[in-house]
């Protein structure tokens, strides 16, 4: 069944394109799209279409911004109902573990620690509920989710498609 969606969504974003990949990553970056692999959809699509470096340029930048653009619908639901808005959301399991570990990285060290977090699986927009909490300000935070997420999205479409035309 997973297998068939995943196929499926696969499908639409080869149809409908950089529309998709954006609202792919709006859900993941909301904490709602975590069945979608979007680490092998990213890089997927750049080989489907056959992408050259500009154009990977750009599709990376739709990817960051949808991305940011989930975050930040997360710190605006902690910003409105605290952390039992997040817990209470459907489509959304988070452990209290989990939570409170973002929100002690939080407290430690603030704005950065969303920038280091964008870079660590499991935790990778995690960190917007404590700061939609602690009402953090939205412009340098979009600076720092921006910024890791580029990075990463980057890095891994670099890897991955580097290492396929490697191969083939």
Same mark, same amino acid.
């Given at each position: 069944m997973l297998d068939a969606t995943i196929d499926a969504?696969?499908?639409?974003?080869?149809?409908?394109?950089?529309?998709?990949?954006?609202?792919?990553?709006i859900l993941k970056g909301a904490l709602i799209g975590k069945p979608l692999p979007t680490s092998i959809f990213l890089p997927g699509y750049i080989l489907a279409i056959g992408a050259d470096r500009i154009e990977m340029a750009g599709i990376v930048?739709?990817?960051?911004?949808?991305?940011?653009?989930?975050?930040?619908?997360?710190?605006?639901?902690?910003?409105?109902?605290?952390?039992?808005?997040? =817990?209470?959301?459907?489509?959304?399991?988070?452990?209290? =573990?989990?939570?409170d570990q973002v929100e002690a990285l939080f407290e430690r060290y603030g704005g950065p620690a969303v920038f280091i977090t964008n870079f660590v699986p499991y935790l990778r927009g995690l960190i917007f509920i404590p700061a939609g909490i602690a009402r953090y300000p939205i412009p340098p935070l979009i600076v720092y989710a921006f910024t890791s997420t580029i990075i990463y999205h980057a890095a891994l479409?670099?890897?991955?498609?580097g290492a396929f035309r490697a191969i083939v």
């Open positions: 969504a696969f499908a639409l974003l080869l149809y409908v394109g950089l529309p998709a990949l954006f609202i792919f990553f930048t739709v990817s960051a911004s949808g991305y940011v653009t989930g975050q930040l619908i997360v710190y605006s639901m902690a910003r409105r109902g605290g952390r039992s808005a997040i =817990e209470s959301a459907p489509r959304v399991s988070i452990s209290a =573990e989990r939570l479409v670099a890897v991955t498609v």
